[in-house]
């Protein structure tokens, strides 16, 4: 199956900092989604972003679909981003049509 | 509003007892989905439908059953075959077109084994 695979594991910030996130996956996809999952264990999609780039307020994505890549940037970080980011995937040209997690990055936000 | 609701939002299980989990979605999605967290881990897909009585396998299927007889409705059964059921369970739908496939989730449901 497609691996992915995102950096940093664990992230500690200072209120107002930016940050960027990394996801790499293994082979080639035509869905990827950017999830924030907070402390009480919601997940909340942030982008679908299977190329290009999107913005959202403080946040953007951009995914290099060739090169098998999307990062998730987060500008002047607030408490409330706190949580873990997942990245997933489903990957082209195959019958099955569910998305493959990464294992996240834990972000911690310090006021 | 409409949402995806699970529940109960904990469930207790003993040893040999089968439980379901429920999942309700009132966004008339095609697609619905369940998956398994445990501590400090990304998510695994158990079970998915993409239409009402038909489900797939996922990865980690085993020792777990699902029924889809309505749109709405996407019940997850743990039964005694799954040796350790302690974990996280979230479900999840979409509306399952090219293009639109952003996935919406429930709260979950946290089943412990007494």
């Known amino acids: 199956g497609i691996q992915v695979e995102q950096s940093p594991p664990d992230l500690i910030l200072q209120e107002g900092a930016n940050s960027t996130l990394r996801c790499n996956f293994s082979?080639?996809?035509?869905?990827l989604q950017w999830f924030h999952q907070n402390p009480w264990g919601q997940l909340i999609n942030l982008f679908y972003?299977?190329?290009g780039t999107k913005q959202n307020g403080r946040l953007s994505a951009t995914t290099v679909a060739t090169e098998r890549y999307s990062l998730l940037y987060i500008s002047s970080s607030q408490t409330t981003d706190s949580g873990v980011y997942f990245c997933?995937?489903?990957?082209?040209?195959?019958?099955?049509?569910?998305?493959?997690f990464g294992s996240g990055t834990r972000l911690q936000v310090q006021p | 509003d409409g949402g995806i609701t699970q529940s109960p939002k904990y469930l207790f299980r003993k040893e040999g007892q089968n439980v379901t989990l429920s999942c309700e979605q009132n966004?008339?999605?095609?697609?619905m989905y369940w998956y398994r967290q445990d501590p400090g881990q990304g998510l695994r897909l158990i079970y998915y439908?993409?239409?009402?009585?038909?489900?797939q396998k996922g990865d980690i299927a085993e020792g777990y059953s699902v029924s889809r007889e309505k749109k709405e409705s996407f019940p997850l059964t743990v039964t005694s075959a799954q040796k350790n059921p302690t974990a996280f369970y979230l479900c999840?739908?979409?509306?399952?077109?090219?293009?639109?496939?952003?996935?919406?989730f429930g709260p979950g449901t946290r089943l412990l084994v007494l």
């Open positions: 999840a739908s979409s509306i399952d077109r090219r293009g639109q496939e952003t996935q919406y």
């Open positions: 082979d080639s996809v035509n869905n």
């Open positions: 439908s993409q239409i009402v009585n038909d489900f």
């Open positions: 972003i299977p190329s």
């Open positions: 966004l008339n999605h095609d697609a």
């Open positions: 997933a995937v489903e990957r082209e040209d195959t019958g099955r049509r569910a998305l493959t």
